[in-house]
């Protein structure tokens, strides 16, 4: 069989088992995650080998939908086998008591298996299908506990803030493929120009949906009502991810103006959240908040036009990032809680997992040899090759030293004080499943060489290797996050951040928000839209009504009137038939006698006539 399809048709057929069966829900998600797996690193060895493998299906007319294996999306299907395996073992233990298991693993290996579409789809009618269906499934899975309260509404949200943005996306995919005519998503990136401008700014508007960038940001934080397996795979390798692989993948195609505005985008987006981050005062909606402060640094390395430094990051984040949010749930089952005031000391309680915790925390904050330090080292050596370095490398150094900072306290406060902490069930599945990601965390930075090398002809670009980005990105990143992890663990909050405070705490929230500036205008306007409807709807029924009363006018009158005069002068021409009938009874004399009638009534009337000349 094709690995392609294994990549995807494990998970699928593993989520159909568990509907269709509805027992061993646990092993069957196991089982399908790690088959998957084996396909997709059967691709990336094949691509390292040099070959590569197509899928081509029926699609539209002249528009094949096609699935390839190439390096790039190889390794992306790869990094998201990886992260949902782990994730899943982690979920056996951290759902042993829920009675929903069936449900829950099976839409999360749906998610599994739409993620697997996306990154392998080779034309864009196909890529929309899945993202379409990344999103409904992460609908479902943040509104996994809906009985709870407030868990709809943040289900809600998240779903109809990235379907809006995705507007962006279908407008993009329609001018290029109408520009190239072709929906091969290779023959699309050579589009330039004014379309070429119009569909990255467009594609640039569904990534900050999917991706959570400034001012679209507010729903990540909100789906931490979400399971924390969920969590964990939402903000690594899958639906948050989306956003920025979709700007990865077309980064040959983007206008120098539209790096440009992609760049400001990540960088207010990574100092604005980082901020929210330093200020939050519950563990997973901070992790939440740093998620897109994190893909805010991966907008930039691709406005500074070396995606290769934003892939980079996108692989070291999903490691590490799901490894924080798995270390985050051990510590909800400890305390029932996510808030930090509550988490005050249990990473005492639980040593091994506040360790992975560290370990983790460090590695995005970039400490060496850990794999957030050789990402971001080439995210500020992307900034200082770039045409708007003084933009790009102040942000770069801002989101970093940020990092530090929320990361630090964060650390203090699990680690510092007692407290009482209860027995946490499933841990060993738990922790094997974080162990497995924080040995990524350390380890992937020493990979990357090899990586760059498999895709910078996917890419069509290379990190640049002078002296000045050699060493100069490696001393400003350290200082900046070392300088960050110093502020976080010695100052407190309010000391960092003083006036701010307050307003970092509601998330920089300006004339009311998202709420006052989006959501309630678009229910204004569709209240209002469904107002012209009705009465749009009342005048149609009431056309409808008067057409059916002249109608029936109408047919009274055929009825009474035309067809009543026409039956009547039938009926009198049938009459004068029948009379005119009884005259001809074959008698010789009467019918000579009304023939002698009839030519003197003739006479006497052309008499007449001649009288009157």
């Known amino acids: 069989m094709n690995l392609i399809a294994v990549a995807i048709l494990a998970p699928l057929s593993a989520t159909l088992l568990i509907m269709l069966l509805r027992r061993f829900p646990a092993t069957l998600a196991l089982l399908g995650a790690a088959i998957g797996l084996v396909g997709s690193l059967e691709l990336l060895a094949n691509a390292y080998n040099g070959l590569s493998q197509e899928i081509i299906l029926p699609g539209l007319p002249g528009m094949p939908l096609r699935l390839v294996a190439t390096p790039l999306t190889a390794l992306l299907s790869t990094l998201v086998a990886v992260v949902c395996t782990l994730v899943m073992v982690y979920a056996v233990g951290y759902m042993k008591k829920d009675r929903e298991q069936v449900r829950f693993f099976a839409t999360l290996l749906l998610f599994a298996a739409a993620m697997q579409t996306l990154v392998l789809a080779g034309d864009w009618i196909l890529l929309l299908s899945a993202w379409e269906l990344i999103g409904l499934s992460s609908y479902l899975l943040i509104g996994f ?239 200082l090759s770039s045409d708007h370095i003084w933009i790009l490398l102040p942000l770069a150094l801002a989101g970093t030293l940020l990092t530090g900072g929320y990361m630090a306290r964060a650390l203090r406060i699990l680690w510092l004080k007692n407290g009482t902490s ?28 090899g990586l760059e090398l498999l895709l910078e002809s996917a890419l069509n670009i290379r990190l640049t290797e002078n002296t000045i980005t050699r060493f100069i990105p490696e001393i400003l990143g350290l200082s900046a996050a070392l300088g960050g992890l110093l502020l976080g663990w010695f100052f ?74 026409i039956f009547s002068f039938v009926r009198g021409t049938v009459n004068l038939g029948g009379k005119a009938r009884t005259l001809q009874n074959g008698l010789i004399h009467k019918e000579l006698a009304i023939s002698t009638i009839a030519s003197a009534v003739i006479l006497v009337f052309m008499f007449i006539v001649l009288l009157t000349y």
């Open 422 to 449: 209860q027995p946490v069930s499933g841990l060993a599945w738990m922790g094997t499943g974080l162990g497995g990601l924080v040995l990524l965390a350390v380890i992937l930075g020493a990979a990357f060489p």
């Open 492 to 565: 407190p909050v309010q000391v960092l951040l003083g006036p701010i405070l307050p307003w970092a705490k509601r998330g920089f929230v300006v004339a009311g928000g998202f709420d006052n500036l989006m959501v309630r205008p678009a229910l204004a306007i569709a209240h209002g839209c469904e107002k012209l409807e009705r009465l749009l709807y009342k005048g149609v029924l009431a056309t409808g009504r008067l057409g059916l009363r002249l109608g029936k006018a109408a047919r009274r009158n055929d009825e009474s009137g035309i067809d009543g005069m």
């Open 145 to 383: 506990w809906y009985r709870k309260p407030g868990v709809k509404s943040a289900a809600m949200r998240a779903f109809l803030v990235t379907r809006s943005a995705d507007l962006g996306l279908y407008v993009a995919v329609f001018i290029l493929i109408t520009n190239a005519g072709s929906s091969d998503i290779a023959s699309t990136l050579n589009t330039s120009g004014g379309p070429a401008i119009a569909a990255g700014l467009l594609l640039l508007i569904a990534a900050m949906g999917k991706s959570a960038q400034t001012p679209l940001h507010d729903w990540l934080q909100r789906a931490m009502a979400g399971p924390t397996p969920v969590s964990a795979l939402l903000h690594s390798a899958t639906l948050v991810a989306a956003g920025a692989i979709l700007l990865i993948r077309t980064a040959p195609m983007l206008a120098p103006e539209t790096l440009l505005v992609i760049g400001i985008v990540g960088g207010v987006t990574t100092v604005v959240t980082g901020l929210i981050a330093l200020a939050e005062s519950d563990l997973k909606r901070m992790l939440a908040a740093s998620t897109s402060s994190q893909y805010g640094l991966m907008l930039i390395a691709v406005g500074a036009g070396v995606p290769m430094a934003a892939l980079l990051h996108l692989i070291a984040h999903a490691a590490i990032k799901s490894s924080l949010f798995l270390g985050a749930g051990v510590f909800q089952h400890s305390r029932d809680s996510t808030m930090l005031d509550k988490l005050q000391g249990v990473g005492r309680n639980q040593p091994k997992i506040f360790f992975g915790f560290a370990l983790a925390a460090l590695a995005l904050a970039g400490i060496p040899p850990l794999s957030g330090f050789f990402s971001k080292d080439a995210i500020i050596a992307a900034t």
